[in-house]
């Protein structure tokens, strides 16, 4: 809770340093749709205890949102039109994405299952790529971003919320 | 954490109320959840809730886990969606082994995912992505669980909580306490999210949301209960005195009380019966309820005989073997197999059985089954034989014989006087039965007309006629009042034991009695054997019916008891009989149904 307290939006954002631009970085990424709010959630349980909590969650959904993707191509492939397991696997996926609050990814897996919903072969395909497509972008700025935290060294830190 | 823990063993040791501002910290929580990514969150946002966390992404791990560390958890989370395991199923099997708190998590939302969760007796249902302000509150149901025990545990007298319906009936010993301690149990209960629990409620109708194992009575334990009944004198039992004379470990007080309710409203058939002639007739009453409710298809065609209730000398043109029958000497009521038959009621099977010895007049059978194997079942069906003919009567269209029967006893009056004790005995079952679904199969095996009942009623046996009383039925048949109810009941006893061995499959359940207050009730228990709690109709596990076994015991049974009974209900009392057993089954149907006392109409 006292971590919470502390991971206040405005306190971080108002950091005028390089931790502050970090922050707005995320701020950045949560504006463009990349992430939402969840993901903030995400940071402000960070704590001493765990204080890369953030980004070891994010190599955790990205690994195991690997294996989810790669789950529903096989079944693209080898279950034509089994509409209920296509829909279950991304389900997964969606779920994890919701976890993490990849928000873009999670609208592309959405659109997808209702195109199963719909029967509509062409339509799973097509968003199956965005969604292939979303996580690729994401997983990219994700990696910018922590990249950004860790080059922030001690002082950025010092500085992240929570900390 | 450490101290925390301790603070919270402490808090335990107060029974969790003492130390309400600590106890949340350090509640032990158990993270199930197959997805990395989610596990790794919640187990995070628990632990900044000051919760004591595990984690595993497998249910089977989970399973593992609580089992050998029972006592070391207070809540389980999981998620609804996993590959090993069905998150329902796992939440089904930790309420009912470890009686633990369980809440659902999942990213789907649909509202009929969310019923499926309560109603398997999740706490609560969480949507994902959680928050933090979710988890916060979770600890309130493992504080609601823990004073719901002591609420059930520290109860008094019989408020068996949610024997609404066996207030009515009862009356008796603040009938009025009861509702209301139910009511008030119900609402605290169900506190926020729908404790679930309603649908795995005890047979005893135990409402709170915990899910306790359903109490089985068997023939054993039921024995128990009516020893320690006599011994404090029936006036004087009460539940918790039960339960101490008993010294059976794994009832609770609230069991003991609906039970006893049950016995009460069976006894009370029972001195009815005996007033009456038509014994058998009351007895089937008190099982008509339940078999009529048990679903079977058969039975369902037995709103045949409520079209005769009224009429007392509804033409049964089938029952003209069973009048035969019943008619000849031997027949008596041994004609009719009562007990078999009647076990009907109980499981489904003594219709068959009685339905199989009469053949083609299975109103005869049923009646007459009903009467005498109601009594000896009547250990299976409290309310008496009727038990299984009202079964027929309300359910199976299937006995048109019966109806037909009718006209050969043209008796109304039994038809309603076993209705009545059909009625009875649902009343005095709370617990929800179930239309037995085995007892649809066993239905659908007794042919209501001659040939056919036989075979239903073998098959009916061979679901293993309800006869869980036939040792207790003979304790208190014997020990109890003079009634003819009880002599047959002891006879049914007898019978049902011997059809028992004849009929491996059958499963008597002493409860059964319990179970026919509101025939469905009856039959989910008698079915089930697990339910075997309300005594109902034993469940047909096998549906099939040795016809000849089940014959045979009828007529053994009809020996044992058609004595007194027979003699007294047979003088023209056969139709009453009839009418009576249609009766009871009627009142399953919905057709008007004799209210009260079960009344030779």
Redesign the interface.
């Known amino acids: 809770?006292r971590?919470?307290r502390l991971n206040s939006d405005s306190r971080r954002a108002a950091r005028g340093d390089r931790a502050g631009a970090l922050i707005r970085t995320g701020r950045i990424l949560s504006r463009l749709g990349y992430l939402d709010e969840?993901f903030c959630?995400?940071e402000d349980?960070q704590?001493e205890?765990?204080p890369n909590?953030a980004e070891?969650?994010a190599t955790?959904?990205f690994?195991?949102?690997a294996r989810l993707i790669s789950n529903v191509e096989q079944a693209l492939e080898k279950y034509p039109k089994d509409f209920n397991r296509w829909d279950?696997y991304m389900?997964?996926l969606?779920?994890?994405c919701?976890?993490?609050?990849a928000s873009r990814m999670k609208s592309e897996c959405m659109s997808f299952r209702d195109y199963c919903g719909q029967g509509n072969v062409e339509g799973c395909m097509r968003s199956f790529h965005k969604v292939k497509r979303e996580h690729g972008a994401l997983r990219q700025k994700l990696e910018a971003y922590f990249q950004l935290l860790r080059q922030a060294g001690p002082a950025g830190a010092a500085t992240r919320p929570g900390m | 954490m450490t101290v925390e823990e301790v603070k919270l063993q402490a808090a335990k040791a107060n029974g969790g109320h003492g130390a309400k501002d600590q106890f949340p910290i350090g509640m032990r929580v158990l993270a199930v959840d197959d997805d990395p990514t989610c596990l790794k969150l919640l187990e995070k946002l628990l632990q900044h809730c000051q919760y004591h966390v595990t984690t595993t992404g497998q249910a089977a791990t989970a399973l593992k886990l609580l089992r050998e560390k029972k006592d070391q958890f207070d809540l389980v989370i999981s998620d609804v969606h996993m590959p090993d395991m069905d998150g329902f199923k796992l939440l089904e099997l930790v309420g009912l082994e470890m009686d633990l708190p369980v809440i659902m998590l999942s990213a789907n939302g649909e509202t009929q995912t969310v019923m499926k969760g309560i109603t398997h007796g999740a706490c609560d249902y969480l949507l994902k992505p959680v928050r933090i302000e979710q988890l916060r509150t979770i600890w309130q149901h493992v504080v609601r669980r823990r004073s719901c025990d002591a609420r059930n545990n520290g109860n008094d007298n019989d408020d068996s909580s949610k024997k609404l319906q066996v207030a009515s009936a009862e009356g008796d010993n603040g009938g009025g306490n009861r509702n209301k301690r139910t009511s008030r149990r119900v609402r605290d209960d169900n506190g926020d999210d729908g404790d679930d629990s309603d649908e795995n409620s005890n047979e005893n109708g135990d409402s709170s949301t915990q899910k306790k194992p359903r109490v089985v009575w068997s023939v054993e334990l039921h024995r128990k209960f009516v020893a320690s009944v006599n011994q404090l004198g029936i006036d004087k039992a009460v539940p918790k005195k039960i339960l101490d004379l008993m010294n059976v470990e794994n009832i609770t007080r609230e069991n003991v009380a609906s039970h006893l309710q049950k016995y009460r409203l069976y006894l009370k058939r029972l001195s009815v019966d005996a007033s009456r002639q038509a014994n058998l007739t009351a007895a089937f009453g008190g099982r008509n309820p339940a078999y009529v409710n048990m679903g079977l298809d058969a039975f369902r065609q037995y709103n045949a005989y409520g079209r005769y209730r009224p009429v007392p000398t509804t033409n049964h043109s089938q029952p003209n073997n069973l009048l035969a029958r019943m008619n000849s000497p031997a027949f008596g009521m041994h004609g009719l197999l009562p007990s078999q038959p009647l076990q009907i009621g109980h499981t489904q099977n003594n219709l068959s059985t009685s339905l199989g010895n009469v053949g083609g007049v299975n109103n005869g059978n049923l009646i007459r089954g009903a009467h005498m194997p109601l009594q000896d079942t009547s250990k299976c069906f409290p309310t008496g034989p009727s038990g299984p003919f009202n079964s027929f009567v309300g359910e199976s269209p299937q006995f048109p014989d019966l109806g037909r029967c009718n006209t050969t006893w043209s008796t109304a009056v039994s038809s309603s006087n076993v209705q009545e004790l059909g009625q009875k005995d649902r009343i005095v079952n709370g617990p929800k039965l179930e239309p037995l679904s085995s007892f649809t199969e066993a239905s659908s095996q007794i042919p209501l007309l001659g040939n056919e009942m036989q075979s239903q009623v073998a098959s009916l046996a061979s679901n293993g006629l309800p006869m869980p009383f036939t040792q207790e039925a003979v304790p208190f048949a014997y020990g109890s009042s003079t009634n003819s109810r009880e002599m047959l009941n002891n006879n049914l006893a007898l019978s049902n034991s011997g059809i028992n061995s004849s009929l491996p499959n059958l499963h008597i359940d002493g409860s059964v009695f319990e179970r026919n207050i509101d025939g469905s009730v009856v039959t989910r228990q008698t079915l089930d054997g697990s339910n075997s709690g309300g005594g109902g109709v034993p469940p047909l596990q096998d549906g099939r019916i040795d016809h000849q076994a089940v014959n045979s015991h009828l007529n053994y049974n009809n020996e044992l008891m058609g004595t007194s009974r027979l003699q007294r209900g047979l003088s023209g009392g056969l139709d009453d009989i009839v009418v009576d057993m249609f009766k009871l089954d009627h009142a399953d149907n919905g057709v008007p149904f004799i209210d009260g006392d079960w009344e030779l109409v």
Request: hydrophobic fraction near 40%.
């Open positions: 809770m971590n919470l969840q959630q995400v349980l704590d205890a765990s909590f070891e969650v955790l959904f690994k195991d949102s279950a389900q997964q969606k779920g994890s919701s976890s993490i609050g």
